[in-house]
């Protein structure tokens, strides 16, 4: 979704329930892209990544998917838990291949209701 | 235990004061980076070192400055030239061994206010 002035995106999901959050990256050209939680009054903490060749890839309850058409990023959550609530951001890496820069989405905030 | 280390936690500063965040990582990683967070918004890159003695300016470097002169730390000094440091400052490090991309890991930051 759209982030307007200093309010993030807000998805709120009942506890035990599939979390999706999505972001739009910009540059075609990004081979890499990383989903990161960040819990407040603290550092992003790494949760997965993807490489560009692939349009799927799955973790510990954690699954990011990528379409490249669209230029388009989802992280979904299975069983979401309360300590899952939290900031994401997406990353992507800048200038495509070798580039050691990323640029962050503005995140969304995930609220689970217990 | 490895890790980044930035200290301090909270940090005050006085019209006209410099101030120095520190970032420490034991991580052996070769790249290092700093970026400010402001509430609702993503990251946005100060500086960034790929390597110790060198260092190149990111998006927002006006105000700011920094020293590489050890692999394991990268201080961030806010000088008063920056007209608005309140935010949250975020230090991180990269490994780039290899070609194949590594996620960056990050600190639990410093939060800095105008007094």
């Known amino acids: 979704g759209e982030s307007v002035g200093l309010h993030l995106p807000t998805l709120s999901v009942q506890e035990g329930d599939n979390s999706i959050i999505n972001c739009a990256y910009s540059n075609s050209a990004s081979d890499y892209f990383i989903w990161y939680k960040q819990e407040s009054g603290k550092g992003p903490q790494f949760i997965i990544d993807i490489r560009s060749n692939m349009d799927k890839r799955q973790g510990q309850r954690v699954t990011v998917l990528l379409n490249k058409t669209v230029k388009h990023l989802s992280l979904q959550i299975a069983a979401t838990q309360p300590g899952d609530s939290a900031v994401y951001f997406c990353a992507e890496n800048r200038s495509g291949a070798g580039s050691y820069q990323l640029t962050f989405g503005k995140g969304t905030k995930l609220s689970v209701i217990p | 235990d490895g890790g980044i280390t930035q200290s301090p936690k909270y940090l005050f500063r006085k019209e006209g004061q410099n101030v120095t965040l520190s970032c420490e990582q034991n991580?052996?990683?070769?790249?290092m980076y700093w970026y400010r967070q402001d509430p609702g918004q993503g990251l946005r890159l100060i500086y960034y070192?790929?390597?110790?003695?060198?260092?190149q300016k990111g998006d927002i470097a006006e105000g700011y400055s920094v020293s590489r002169e050890k692999k394991e730390s990268f201080p961030l000094t806010v000088t008063s030239a920056q007209k608005n440091p309140t935010a949250f400052y975020l230090c991180a490090s990269l490994d780039r061994g290899g070609y194949s991309n590594q996620p960056q890991h990050f600190g639990d930051g410093t939060r800095l206010s105008i007094l």
């Open positions: 070192s790929q390597i110790v003695n060198d260092f």
């Open positions: 991580l052996n990683h070769d790249a």
